[in-house]
T-cell receptor
């Protein structure tokens, strides 16, 4: 079956702009999490969605937001981009949130560069 | 403070030699433990996981990990490294009390394989 699909793979934006990233989970998976990966901060949790509701949120400013649709696809949005938002954004798909015992499958990520 | 530590940022190993990557965690209770691998330009792939039971866990690609409660460690090993094992390796934990299974990742260990 198809894996987790993230689009686009690469993106270049200018400071102050906004950006929307998309994640299509594995068919049948209902939980989608987002992580930011940077050389300085490593992998950091952004938020998790299940059944179209944000269930958990990391320590990021309000410029970072997301949503999940009825087909479980998720989008994340970053407004008023800053240079420090340059990162690889990874999406993880799980069947259910499941207290850590449910395996998470990661997409290839979207590489965002802010100039 | 809760943390996941990978003491080695970078390891160079010869092809055919053994490999051991260290991971230590600092939590009130034993969390769920994972090792992921990331090849250049790719997302994260799960190598193995530990929830409970047998402390020696077998994973994919010939990797194994040993959980040692007394040392709060979950070290990853491979007896004979192949050139294709060159990648970045991440140790991750999920608190057993976390209903939503949020990962906390270590900083990663970059593995270089020489001929």
């Amino acid at each position: 079956k198809a894996g987790v699909t993230q689009t686009p793979r690469y993106l270049i934006k200018t400071r102050g702009q906004q950006v929307t990233l998309s994640c299509s989970p594995i068919s049948g998976h209902r939980s989608v999490s987002w992580y930011q990966q940077t050389p300085g901060q490593g992998l950091q949790f952004l938020f998790e969605y299940f059944s179209e509701t944000q269930r958990n949120k990391g320590n990021f400013p309000g410029r970072f937001s997301g949503r999940q649709f009825s087909n479980s696809r998720s989008e994340m949005n970053v407004s008023t981009l800053e240079l420090g938002d340059s990162a690889l954004y990874l999406c993880a798909s799980k069947l259910t949130p499941g207290q850590g015992r449910t395996e998470a499958f990661f997409g290839q990520g979207t590489r965002l560069t802010v100039v | 403070a809760q943390s996941v530590t990978q003491p080695d940022i970078h390891i160079t190993v010869s092809e055919g030699a053994s490999l051991e990557l260290r991971c230590n965690y600092s939590y009130g209770a034993t969390p769920y433990l994972f090792w992921y691998v990331q090849s250049p330009g790719q997302g994260l792939q799960l190598l193995l996981k530990y929830f409970s039971g047998d402390t020696l866990v077998q994973g994919i690609k010939g990797f194994e990990a040993e959980f040692k409660r007394s040392q709060s460690s979950f070290n990853l090993r491979k007896p004979s490294v192949h050139w294709s094992d060159a990648a970045e390796y991440f140790c991750a934990v999920v608190m057993t009390t976390d209903s939503w299974g949020k990962f906390q990742f270590g900083a990663g260990t970059q593995v270089v394989v020489t001929p």
